[in-house]
């Protein structure tokens, strides 16, 4: 069972209000990662990190920022929520191999009214 | 960048019918992994396809991976609604360090 956690797992906030999702992951994994999805659909990656102070933005342009301090949290900001953030925003993590398989989290459902 | 396309998007079956689902890339891969996800859940890895023209089996799933690594399927025999969830393909960008998702197919199955 991996051992990457993600709180809150769900969210209902008004719009303009400043949120953070939390990560975090206890398996000493460099690379993390978050995505973000609508029900059933693609993953669109909107961050990734891979190691500490280590930042870059993914395919999918995201108004969300992200820190990596240490390396097991990696948590994720909305400076002013919107409705067109309501989704839901899977975190992972990998190894450093090559071959190694990657770690979601449960995810967090942010609602944004 | 590199992509991986995955067909069909959605695919209806009745249980006890059979399932594919298909990887394809333009360029040859060093492996491909298989994720499944749940309704409401997140992606759990399935299994790792790394030499050439290689299958695997998992109960009822079969994957293989094509002659010139550009290609892989999952092939699920006698559907159940067990079943039921999205299948991400996966295969590692050029520098090794992050896993491009195909779209996935949509698997849903009538009992």
Redesign the interface.
Same mark, same amino acid.
């Given at each position: 069972e991996a051992d990457i956690y993600q709180t809150p797992r769900y969210l209902v906030i008004g719009t303009g209000k400043k949120i953070t999702l939390e990560c975090s992951q206890t398996m000493g994994h460099d690379?993390m990662?978050w995505y973000q999805q609508d029900?059933?659909?693609?993953?669109h990656?909107i961050h =990734?990190s =891979?190691g500490v102070n280590s930042t870059e933005k993914g395919?999918l342009s995201s108004e969300s920022t992200v820190s990596r301090i240490r390396t097991e949290h990696f948590p994720l900001t909305l400076e002013s929520a919107r409705p067109s953030h309501t989704s839901q925003y *899977?975190c992972a993590s990998?190894p450093a191999g *090559?071959?190694d398989?990657? =770690?979601?989290?449960?995810?967090t459902r942010l609602t944004v009214l | 960048?590199q992509q991986v396309m995955q067909i069909p998007q959605y695919q209806h079956v009745q249980e006890g019918e059979d399932f594919t689902t298909y990887c394809n890339s333009s360029t040859t891969l060093?492996?491909i992994?298989w994720?499944k996800?749940r309704? +409401?859940?997140?992606?759990?890895?399935l299994i790792?396809l790394?030499k050439s023209g290689e299958v695997k089996k998992q109960k009822r799933l079969t994957f293989q991976f094509g002659e010139a690594k550009k290609n892989s399927s999952l092939h699920i025999t006698a559907t159940q609604t067990t079943d039921v969830g999205?299948y991400?393909c996966?295969a #590692?960008n050029n520098a +090794?360090?992050? #896993?491009t998702?195909g +779209? +996935?197919t949509?698997l849903m199955v009538k009992p």
């Open positions: 690379k990662y029900p059933g659909m693609e993953l990656l =990734y =891979y395919d *899977l990998r *090559l071959s398989t990657q =770690y979601f989290g449960p995810g | 960048g060093s492996n992994q994720y996800q309704p +409401g859940g997140h992606p759990v890895f790792q790394v999205t991400f996966a #590692l +090794g360090n992050m #896993l998702f +779209g +996935g949509r």
